[in-house]
């Protein structure tokens, strides 16, 4: 694969996963569709494109995905959808990276990783810059969406270590969507029932969109550059993701940029490239930690 083409497929792949933080607050901000109904239509969508890709191609090795693994993914759909209710484009995507890194960082410790002390340094200004993102103020977060929001990150970080080592990264993603898919769907018709649900032509184009593009052709394209990435590549470039929602919720949407987030983004940002950067096999952020590696 030729430089520029690897360039190419990683910057669309960038695009994508920072488009999915993007599709789904434009949705739910400016169009009548609810949290659950955008997240039944996501994975589905997201499983029928994953599931073609897989058909498609022959993987070097088999993999299906597993139930387990369909129930953590679901759980990062649906904390991802509702917190984007409250949060901000930018806001939603830093906290969901920053607890995604906080748990495989936090796994690797556990795991008998000994961090250097730049690293050690790197992960208490990540911390601090996460502390100083959700105190009290006039510019905070809301609490509520916040708490889903790591929730989601912490879902994906589990998925994220479920999914070493199970086989070609886009069929057991394309399994682990099939199985999510129903799950989905019983939530949404459980809201129904319960709360009722509203749906509109914008909404659901959104809620396809994020499901079929942003993640079933996104994280298909990421698994075709992926191989070409060094580890600590795959890490950086996936830097870029909360400052592209950032920029996409302030071009889109109209979002201030305060400078509350930009000093949190700077320390959460900065502090985890310290952490992961200094390692020779850090784990990326998802979806890259599907293959042994964002």
Known sequence: MSPLRILLLTAMAMAAFAGNS?????ALKQTG???ASF?????????LVLWAVARSTRGAHAGRGNWLSALALFAYAACFSFAYVSLPTGTGALLLFGAVQALMIGYGIWSGERLRPLQLAG???????????????????PLAGSVLMLLAGMS??????????????????????????????????????????????????????????????????????????????????????????????????????TLRLVLASSAILGG??????????????APARQKAAH
Request: net charge positive; charged share 10%; with cysteine.
């Open 123 to 141: 992960l208490a200004l990540a911390f601090g810059g996460l502390a100083g993102l959700l105190l009290p103020g006039v510019s905070a977060p």
């Open 156 to 257: 994906w970080g589990v998925y994220s270590l479920r999914g070493k080592g199970a086989g070609d990264p886009t069929r057991v993603t394309a399994g682990n969507f099939l199985r999510a898919a129903p799950m989905a769907v019983a939530l949404g018709l459980l809201m129904l029932a319960f709360r009722g649900a509203s749906l509109d032509a914008a909404g659901f184009w959104l809620a396809v969109a994020s499901g079929a593009l942003t993640s079933g052709i996104g994280y298909a394209v990421w698994y075709t550059a992926l191989p070409a990435l060094k580890a600590t590549s795959a890490a950086s470039v996936q830097l870029s993701v909360p400052v592209l929602a950032a920029l996409g919720g302030i071009a889109f949407l109209g979002e201030p940029l």
């Open 39 to 47: 997240t039944a239509i996501r994975l589905v969508s997201g499983a």
């Open 33 to 35: 569709i609810d949290a």
């Open 22 to 26: 993007l599709l789904c607050r434009l």
């Open 272 to 285: 985890i490239a310290l952490v992961v950067l200094q390692k020779r096999a850090a784990p990326a952020l």
